[in-house]
């Protein structure tokens, strides 16, 4: 069936702007859950994934993947044989996720981050190594922030992070509950200037401390 001119100018247009148009969409449907309209730099990127163990990551999680601003990172640093689940409620992301990431190791997954322990366990894992999050923990809905923080602290395994960048340093009142360690920073690197946050979840097993902090001197 040929096209209609209305849908060749659709294609048209998606081709062109590609993951810019696709990013600003769902801000504009979903603004409390995409956080900004800017995706990351490479250099906040490099910040952030640099305290990653990538020798010992089997399972990656990341929450709110949009359209991939990390995943191409990510999946350049991980294993063979690891695995990447990405998280998000967002059905264009992830049916865009879904058709341009052909990497066998990436599980974009519709759901809910706070469903993250069954997400995870339904994927064939018992926890996880590492989960990244953008998502702005300060304006989710009343009661979901804490949820995730909690549902990510069981899912860890002893000696994992969960690795968040924020535009705002609240995001360290929905963290210290679960996670006794946290390590901080400023990217200013980035539009705008962004917090980030490495949560360790504690190794009782290890006689080795966790990664000292870098950067320092952002308040909680």
């Known amino acids: ?21 696709l990013f600003f969409k769902g801000f504009l449907k979903h603004p409390v859950m995409v956080g900004s ?5 490479d250099t906040l990127i490099r910040h952030m994934l640099s305290r990653v163990d990538w020798g010992a990551c089997k399972v990656f999680v990341e929450y709110g993947p949009g359209v991939g601003t ?4 990510i999946l350049a640093r991980l294993a063979p044989d690891a ?13 865009y996720l879904s058709s ?5 190791r990436f599980r974009p997954i519709l759901g809910s981050a706070a469903d993250v322990e069954q ?10 190594d590492y989960v990244l999050s953008g998502l702005p923990f300060s304006t989710l809905p009343s009661g979901v922030g804490p949820a995730i923080a909690a549902a990510t602290a069981r899912i860890l395994r002893p000696g994992g992070a ?5 535009y705002r340093a609240k995001v360290c009142d929905f963290l210290s509950p679960y996670f006794p360690k946290i390590d901080r920073a400023i990217e ?4 705008p200037p962004c917090f980030l946050f490495w949560a360790w979840k504690p190794d009782p097993s290890s006689a080795l401390p966790l990664p000292d902090s870098a950067d320092s001197g952002v308040a909680g």
Not at 37 to 41: A, G, K, M, R, V
Not at 100 to 104: I, K, P
Not at 162 to 166: A, D, E, H, P
Not at 188 to 191: G, V, Y
Request: net charge positive.
């Open 1 to 21: 069936m040929p096209s209609t001119p209305a849908a060749s100018r659709k294609l048209t247009m998606k081709r062109r702007w590609g993951p810019w148009a």
């Open 37 to 41: 309209i800017i995706p990351s730099t």
């Open 70 to 73: 990390f995943t191409p990172h």
């Open 83 to 95: 695995t990447y689940i990405a998280i998000d409620l967002n059905p264009d992301f992830v049916d």
């Open 100 to 104: 341009t990431m052909a990497d066998s």
């Open 119 to 128: 997400i995870v366990r339904d994927s064939g894992f018992a926890q996880a």
């Open 162 to 166: 969960f690795l968040v960048y924020q």
């Open 188 to 191: 200013f690197w980035n539009i």
